[in-house]
């Protein structure tokens, strides 16, 4: 069973940057969506950034050109880099894997899950 555990988040003032971090165990990532969801509290939980099986990165408009997401297959990490926070980025981020994302890479139908990582951005 493959196991996801995030790393990094914090509190920040608007403007500033935090990275994210996810280490995986027990899948191989290669073959895998990989993203970035997020969930604020009253809110539904949804996609941040994904990267396809073909490599290319898919991004939610909120934070395009701001977020940026990557991986490293050797070490089975993804990581993501959040710049020119908003106060609206505060949410519990979660890493999530799935084979087939059959739902569409942003929606957060995945098979695996981290326990998630708090971002808070004040204004």
């Known amino acids: 069973q493959g196991q996801l555990v995030e790393s990094g988040g914090g509190s920040v003032q608007a403007g500033g940057s935090l990275s994210l971090s996810c280490a995986f165990s027990?899948?191989?990532?290669?073959?895998?969506?990989l993203g970035w969801f997020r969930q604020a509290p009253g809110k539904e939980r949804e996609g941040v950034a994904v990267?396809?099986?073909?490599?290319?990165?898919v991004y939610a408009e909120s934070v395009e050109g701001r977020f940026t997401i990557s991986k490293d297959n050797a070490k089975n990490t993804l990581d993501m880099q959040l710049n020119s926070l908003k106060p609206e980025d505060t949410a519990k981020y979660y890493c999530?894997?799935?084979?087939?994302?059959?739902?569409?890479?942003?929606?957060?139908?995945?098979?695996?899950w981290g326990q998630g990582t708090q971002v808070t951005v004040s204004s």
């Open positions: 999530a894997a799935d084979r087939w994302a059959v739902n569409g890479p942003l929606t957060p139908r995945y098979n695996y």
């Open positions: 027990g899948l191989p990532v290669g073959n895998y969506y």
């Open positions: 990267i396809l099986l073909d490599g290319r990165t």
